[in-house]
């Protein structure tokens, strides 16, 4: 172990720059394995008393180095370079040599297929050239790109094209320019041969934005949506914040290799291609929404990001939490507000959570950081997002509005703190937010407990609130925050009106007392799941049925029917039980029934919650039991209302695909009909049939999930036939690979060494990589927790090959094998031999040492 790699940093220790750069000229002579990147800044020393100027880099030849034009020694530090007692103004001449073609951690400058592109958030551009690679250093940027002119056409950088020509042996150049200052997080720059689909916006004052999106050749077809998205969110975030865009072009680029979803670049958007490309051969229901989501997520962070930046690394969830809630808003204008919601309750439920209670807990402003890579996290991007949605939840829509408003007048331009936007909110609002400031401060995921009493007498209904952080791996004490509850009392009768209130608990324990609550109420608590928390409260099914039934909140209504549920699968899990309860029969009676009035809402309620939502519900879980309880209460679903599922999936058929709101409801509806009659005898021929006649990717798959979930033998057969018809296409291709390890079956394990031999494998593919070893850690359960300990043995081999290629993609696939504390000892000790043997591991990268050192 190298001793940078147990060295975190805090946030404590933040000390402004003692430089600044005003300007920068980026010069790339872009070769595959020698590209020269000539860097020319305009320095100037803003803390006198800092004599010397370091600078960061990584993997850079360093050709030459000039201060005001005299070449200048340099000495090596762990970080990079220092130059010594430096002038107080100065030209910094730096000339590198890079090698694009053999970066495979997608980091810095690279090649994906035959394009160059960058990644340089959080700190990849130290791998272009030396710099001051932090984000509060913010500076204007001159790029020119030259390369070979037939392999790469087009040669793009952020900002404005301003001039652009041809050059010797073939090769041509471009010039961009960008007006606004930038920390070096947002520079991009792309070349190589695309197709390009063009449009215009224009903005609310009347100015003309061309918009430009660059796919792969042959794709031009499938960019139509994510185009039509763009438009869309430029559109809302000018209507709901008053933000137009700035510069005269917009351009994505889609490309097949890249770590995450999109980065938002100034001006460049960089995408993964699955989140660009879609048509309805192709892609499903769920795609298209994520198309439009991290479109509109990416072109919100120009101003919550971009225009207003981050200070320093742990200040990440100001831009993230920020956008992901900005992007949710748009989305639930877009789609269906309930839905988009209960999918975010279960990202938080499922992953959120899970994160809090193992070893990689963590504040939303994390307080220390040894690997940043790491902490683009689902708690400071989704838990960042709820900590918003509660301001936004406590000072009404107006209220948020002018807290934005504050904080971008007052910010734009500048590189911030979480406090500085809270503050904002606060002066915009004339409101005291100390208490609530602790969200940005302390882990974990408080417990609300809940004890409740209705008094006939005298019609008052009593609730007292006790909230409890459970210790966290990374902080032992925890203080009482200020969560908003928001609640919905019903008569448990279903006669008369219901009530629905915020309340704001802010003391470790607070009573609340309703009056005139004349009927037996039934009380929904945390509706619209308005804190990240969990709720402790011992209802009866009786009053969850009446929550179901009316409750106006349909977050709450679903949630009181997953409870039910869980409750359910825990106690046939719990007595090995070969009776059944009666209540989700007759609920799943109910729904049945109702289906068609609202098949969006009750395809969700009819979905049994997943394993790892159930898991969260208990500190203590027996994998086998629960997945048994699980399958065998799905299974009586499925066979007690086999004629309901079968008719109603026939009821559901739609015309022609198109991704339209009403038909989007029908096919997830129908998609879970089938999960179920997969699971009853007379099936076959109605997935058979489904397959054959489908003319969508979304009901294409829902057939091939069905009978991968029920491991039946059509599963292999229509696979083939899937196969055939898709083998060039990576995409779609992806999904057959997550289809085949994430199946639950004895030999998965060499299913899994055969998908690796598959000649359209690639370790080098993240997206493929994550298809194969990233469904089978997180999603197949049985295998990966096999309990001789074969599945973990399974991952932690590839990860120490995988650690060597692409170390961020590699602690993402960590996850689930940290978050053990829940399992038996046999398993977590199957697991921790697992770790250790990762952490002995001469040259594991800090990614992956921070997380094993802290899982042990
Ligand atoms: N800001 C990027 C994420 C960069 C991740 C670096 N490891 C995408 C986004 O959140 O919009
Ligand atoms: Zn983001």
Not at 162 to 167: M, Q, R, W
Not at 549 to 574: G, K, N
Request: charged share 25%; glycine share 6%; aromatic share 10%.
């Amino acid at each position: 172990m190298s001793s940078n790699q147990s060295r975190a940093m805090k946030l404590a220790d933040y000390q402004a720059p003692g430089f600044s750069v005003s300007d920068i000229y980026l010069e790339f002579d872009l070769q595959d394995e020698q590209t020269r990147v000539t860097a020319i800044s305009q320095v100037q020393r803003v803390d006198s008393a800092i004599r010397d100027l370091e600078l960061d880099g990584k993997k850079l030849i360093l050709e030459g180095l000039w201060i005001n034009g005299t070449q200048t020694e340099v000495s090596l530090t762990e970080q990079g370079i220092r130059l010594t007692e430096v002038p107080d103004q100065f030209e910094l001449r730096i000339e590198t040599l890079i090698d694009p073609v053999n970066n495979h951690a997608l980091e810095g400058l690279y090649k994906s297929g035959g394009a160059f592109c960058t990644q340089c958030e959080a700190q990849g551009f130290r791998r272009i050239t030396y710099f001051l690679d932090r984000p509060d250093v913010m500076a204007r940027y001159r790029v020119k790109v030259i390369a070979d002119k037939q392999d790469c056409p087009y040669l793009l950088a952020n900002g404005n094209l301003i001039d652009s020509g041809d050059a010797e042996q073939g090769r041509h150049w471009a010039l961009w320019e960008d007006p606004f200052p930038k920390p070096c997080y947002l520079f991009a720059l792309v070349a190589g041969d695309f197709d390009k689909l063009e449009d215009q916006f224009t903005t609310h004052s009347g100015r003309q934005v061309e918009l430009q999106l660059f796919v792969d050749k042959g794709n031009v077809s499938r960019g139509q949506h994510a185009l039509d998205s763009l438009k869309k969110a430029m559109a809302w975030d000018e209507q709901k914040y008053g933000l137009e865009y700035d510069l005269d072009i917009y351009m994505i680029v889609a490309v097949d290799f890249f770590n995450m979803g999109a980065m938002e670049n100034k001006g460049l958007n960089i995408f993964n291609s699955k989140y660009v490309l879609a048509d309805a051969a192709s892609a499903t229901d769920q795609d298209y929404f994520n198309i439009e989501s991290v479109i509109a997520h990416e072109y919100f962070h120009n101003w919550t990001g971009n225009r207003v930046t981050c200070r320093d690394w742990f200040q990440l969830s100001l831009k993230e939490g920020l956008t992901v809630f900005r992007d949710q808003q748009f989305s639930a204008d877009m789609a269906s507000a309930a839905i988009v919601r209960i999918n975010q309750v279960r990202v938080m439920r499922e992953h959120q959570f899970a994160e809090d209670s193992g070893p990689m807990a963590h504040p939303i402003r994390p307080a220390e950081v040894m690997e940043m890579n790491n902490f683009y996290s689902v708690t400071v991007y989704d838990k960042g997002a709820e900590v918003i949605r509660m301001l936004h939840t406590l000072l009404g829509e107006q209220g948020f509005r002018k807290g934005m408003d504050c904080y971008i007048s007052r910010h734009d331009g500048q590189a911030v703190t979480c406090d500085d936007f809270v503050q904002a909110m606060e002066d915009a609002n004339q409101r005291d937010l100390s208490l609530f400031r602790g969200w940005y401060s302390q882990s974990g995921t408080p417990v609300i407990s809940v004890d409740c009493e209705w008094d006939e007498s005298t019609q008052q209904l009593r609730l007292d609130l006790t909230q409890k952080t459970p210790p966290t791996a990374d902080q032992a004490e925890k203080q009482p925050l200020h969560i908003p509850v928001a609640i919905e009392v019903v008569p448990v009768s279903g006669q008369g009106e219901g009530r629905s209130e915020v309340l704001s608990l802010t003391g470790q324990q607070q009573r609340f007392t309703f009056e005139n609550i004349s009927a037996e109420p039934a009380v929904a608590l945390l509706t619209g799941f308005s804190a990240p928390v969990k709720v402790d409260y011992q209802s009866t099914p009786g009053h969850q049925l009446a929550v179901i039934l009316y409750a106006s909140d349909p977050v709450a209504r679903w949630d009181a029917c997953q409870q039910l549920v869980s409750d359910a699968i825990f106690t046939i899990a719990q007595n090995d039980a070969r009776t059944v309860p009666d209540f989700p029969i007759e609920l799943f009676a109910g729904l049945l029934e109702q289906a068609q009035t609202e098949p969006a809402l009750i395809a969700e309620m009819l979905e049994l919650p997943s394993f790892e939502t159930l898991a969260q519900q208990r500190d203590r879980i027996d994998v086998d039991a629960l997945l048994g309880a699980r399958k065998q209460l799905k299974t009586l679903l499925a066979e007690k209302f086999s004629a309901q599922w079968q008719r109603l999936f026939i009821q559901l058929s739609n015309p022609q695909y198109d991704y339209q709101q009403q038909q989007v409801e029908r096919r997830r509806l129908s998609g879970v009909c089938l999960s179920y009659l997969a699971c009853t005898e007379a099936s076959l021929d109605i997935l058979r049939q489904a397959y054959k006649h489908s003319d969508n990717m979304t009901d294409t798959l829902a057939v091939l999930k069905a009978c991968q979930a029920e491991n039946l033998p059509l599963f292999d057969e229509l696979m083939q036939d899937f196969e055939q018809r898709w083998h060039d296409d990576p995409l779609v291709m992806d999904k057959w690979f997550a289809l085949h390890a994430g199946r639950q079956h004895p030999g998965c394990l060499s299913t899994l060494q055969l998908l690796m031999s598959h000649g359209r494998y690639s370790i080098n593919n993240p997206n493929r990589v994550r298809s194969v070893m990233g469904t089978f850690a997180f999603y197949n359960t049985e295998g990966f927790h096999r309990r001789d300990g074969s599945g973990y043995r399974f991952l932690t081999d590839y990860l120490l090959e995988l650690d060597a290629v692409n170390p961020q993609v590699a602690a993402r696939l960590i996850t689930p094998m940290i978050q053990y504390a829940k399992l038996d000892e046999n398993r977590q000790q199957k697991i921790r031999l697992q770790l250790l043997r990762l952490f002995e591991h001469k040259s594991l990268s800090r990614d992956l040492y921070e997380k094993v050192q802290k899982a042990l």
